[in-house]
């Protein structure tokens, strides 16, 4: 390090270097990722200077460090890519990265690799000051933490399969983000949270041939490749700005001059567009605002004002610009530049761009400092008036309340408000004006006793727009208080409640025939349709989403009718079952590619982490489709929760909520449901029953052995640590209950596992109490519900789950049967007590001899003596003792089980009774066999054979295996685990095997289920799978059903026409009848005479 003389500095560790020498318009610029240092390169002398800008507020910067002999193997000259830390570390890439600079002193710190890489896109240090180097399709990500003077690779991230022609774009030091192109398609990748996104789709001749570069903020991800620039707004996930710059001055000045974007994206803007594109705009807005710069130096004696300086860059950070100049470095407030620059086109008029106008509503924070401001002048200074007029940029706004109708109306003047541009008008009762406040873009909010309004005027259509509206009930001011909070808690405007669009049609319309409008509130106005039951509004929100996405494949559209599943299901499952077929086999681009991959579960993202091998097995590779699940944010849960709520009572997603065999029945559905098993489910339910099987071996081995063989010790721990695991595990089915008890109650698997768990609890209680309790029956039963528990846990896996649902489709199909057959074998066992019932005293203990023919001792079993000659003493030598099971009809209890014994071919209850002696009681037995035994035996084996031919699919284990994925979600996870983007995405992808993929189309076409509602697509699919010829053969086959079903209309029409000249033949004919029938009167007549 060259250090040529030191400056007084009120701190130790910092010591600014004077730099004699000028800066160079060729010197390379960058700033470390916390912003604590600016470097500059000159490839001319080999040197680095690196100006500390943390040692000044505003002003020039000081060169804390000069470094001239740099090594020969590390040159940040053109065409290598490379990066500084905030700590003095440097990485370059020439030709090979051969490891890291230490400039504290001077060392080549190799990485612990066992190979060294080539990389041609940007390395980047992140605020860790660790390393982050792609290469090729894999992200090398180093550590500080060095070892034998190496550094350490702590993650490697490698691009899947199917992403075979990935390019590395761009990386974002300060917030961990990598950006890349695939196919057609720009994506950013999080490597904190592995979470990707889509940015931006094109034809991609422009980005191949010009390339792309990428500034980035918290808020926004801005594009450039050629002359085109696009704005991604990261909150709402959709590009909301795109604009050629040659051919659109008027809008680049309108975005420039815009309140919200201007201090948001102007960092991105001059990071983008300085040195590497100009135009006369530009330039003459950085000139001036420049000069301007250079007087104001002179003049505070911080520049010698008889000497020229030349502007060399600009450079910008989120707070700062950093204006490069020939002599020096100088650090200026953001805030300050913008504002200066907007003062020098204050006064030009800009054409008004009709692009922006809906541009408020895309944008977070946009009016809440104003709204906030307008709550608190109407709380604490209201006073009331009708009417309220504004002049801004030459036209009037009028607000006015009529006095008579109490409508409100919103009208818009020129200047001279002697002619109307352009009115609205709000019919209702109750529109008291409390409130009104003017923005400058031509927006005004008004607030009223019906809640909040915001008006816009378009000055291009010359029209007024309601952009948003939130109802309020404001009887009285004070009122205004409690709705605070809704805007206080919230960066961006509340969503509309449902009250908002009951009253107020208008914005109902405004929602539905506006994109942006209805991208950001679609949803709510959709649920609203739904619990209005309006089904043409349901319809028209449904085509228009499903339109919109087929202009854009990036947008959200699909999104707006995925979260409103669960309200679909419950009043219009039909339209579940027309989304699933429509957006069958979709891709997010125009165009399906075909790759051999290897074989790849389901997954959501483009990248996975490996370990730090790179030596993978090599797999058979097979052709496969990657596809776009279309079910978009369905699996998400809501952002805002309370972490205490949660756990009591957690806020479900649409996945939770909908439980709809549609959904499953094509691949869209399984692909989320082996999804969310691979990344989570089978982890947590093997953990779950892991523990369930600590409890039952506990339990099972404390009541099982004999005592002889275990001590009394161990089985007294044993049946303790039952009773611990016993409750957790019954504290996650409390949880269950709390959230939805009538949900609970309806799946039986509740209830078995209720008993499961409760029974052998309070057995090892009882147990543990007092041993002189005979606790054998509950030992049996105890262990039975545990093992069929057991049994329960291979319901999840297919070859086991599918006759687990088929079992519980088939039960809740029948019940109503059961609970008839079981009524009528009542009714039979209650005839068959009443018939053999004793009706004389008797007692089992002693001998009791009567006539009555029930009596147990009459019936039992008698043994008589046999004497030598042959003969049979008729009074009985011994009689056996009756029981209980002599006659099981002394008791109601036992005649039903005896009833259910004859129903299962055991007719021993009746042995005992002679059928000749007893015609009722064979008349009864003979109308129970044919009534029960032959018919409804035999019509619930009908039945069940009916049900399980039914049930007998993937589709009710699929649903099955959708609700234990659910449970664990809900009651397993931890709140912020359901919010883990890795587990939860927003979109997910899954790969199909191209011969599976055409197998499954020509099931789909033969079942008359292919839907082409993205016609396009789809030919392009069937293209792709080589099977146009059964397309045209099934559209040739519709074409010539279509025109037999037109010939048979007109051959309908020909026979009704025939039938009508039929009908007037049998009129004439009856009028002719008629006819005669007087003229033979008239005959007859004559005759008489």
Known sequence: MDEISDKNNDTDDFKIVIFNGNLKKSDKIRITPNEKYLITYNEYTHSIVGWNVESVDKGQLGAEFIINNIPDNIRFESGYAWAFSDNKKAATSCGRLEGVYDMNNGQLNKLDMDFSYTTSVRLTFNLNNDLIAPYRRVIFIHSTQTKNNKWNCKRIYKALEYCKNLCFISISSKYNKVYFRLNNFIYEFDLITEKSIKIYVDDGEKMRHHGVEIASNENFVCLRFGDKIIIYSVEFENHIISLDIKENVNQLRKLMKHPTLCSLLFPLLLTVYWYDYYDYFWNSVIKDFWNKCINHLKQNDQLPKEQKYHLINIRATNKYVFVIMDVGIWKIDLEKMISAINSLLIDEIVEDVDMYDNLHILLPNSYMKTIRELFHEVVSDYNPFMEK???????????????????????????????????SKLDHDNSRLLGIKFLNEGDVI????????????????????????????????????????????????????????KICEGWVKAVKDNKERLLKYGAELLKFAIEEHDLKLIDEIYKKCIGYFKEDYNNNFLSIITSTMPLLNEYYPEHIERYSLETMMIIDSPSYNMEYQNKEKYSNLYFKVVGISLKLKKTKSTPTLVFLNPYIKFINYPKNYDWFMELIKPQPSPFVETMNSDIYKTWNGESIINFKWNMYGKYYYAGIWILFMAYLGCFT????ISQQYIEKDVQKRLLIASIILGFIHLSFEIRQIIYDFNKWIEDFWNIFDVIAYVLPILTSI????????????????SCLFLDIKFLLFFRAFESFGIYFAIIISVAKQIISFLLVLFIIIISFAHAFYILLLPRSQYSLEEHTNNDDPNNPWNIASTYNQVFENGSINPNPYIIQLPSDSTNMFIDFRTAIFATYKFLTGDSSAFSNWSYTTNPSLAILVVLFSLLIVVYLMNLLIGLLNIAIEKDNNRVSYLVQKAEILAEIELFYLLPHQRRWYKWF???IYYLA????????????????????????????????????????????????????????KGMKEEMKGTKEEMKETKEEMKGMKEEMKGTKEEMKETKEE
Request: proline share 2%; glycine share 2%.
């Open 446 to 501: 008004i607030l009223t006793q019906i809640g909040l309004f915001i008006y816009h005027f378009d000055k291009v259509k010359k029209s007024i727009s309601l952009n948003y509206y939130y109802y309020m009930k404001l009887s009285e001011v004070a009122e205004l208080k409690k709705y605070e909070n809704d805007f206080l808690n919230y960066t961006d405007l509340p969503l509309p409640n449902y009250t908002s669009f």
């Open 766 to 781: 009882l147990w543990l109490q007092s041993s002189e309790i005979n606790m054998i029956p509950l030992f049996s039963f």
């Open 389 to 423: 007029s504004f002049i801004q940029d030459s036209v009037t706004w009028n607000i006015m309340r009529h006095s008579s109708t109490n409508n409100l109306f919103v009208r818009v003047y020129k200047n001279t408000r002697l002619e109307k541009i352009c009115d």
């Open 985 to 987: 995405p927003k979109e």
């Open 993 to 1048: 095997n191209a011969d599976k993929t055409r197998e499954k189309i020509k099931e789909l076409i033969k079942n008359n289920e292919w839907n082409n509602e993205f016609s396009e697509m789809k030919k392009n699919l069937l293209k792709e799978l080589n099977i146009e010829n059964e397309e045209a053969t099934l559209q040739s086959l519709f074409k010539e059903m279509k025109e037999m079903k037109g010939e048979m």
């Open 701 to 704: 081995t404390a009541v099982t």
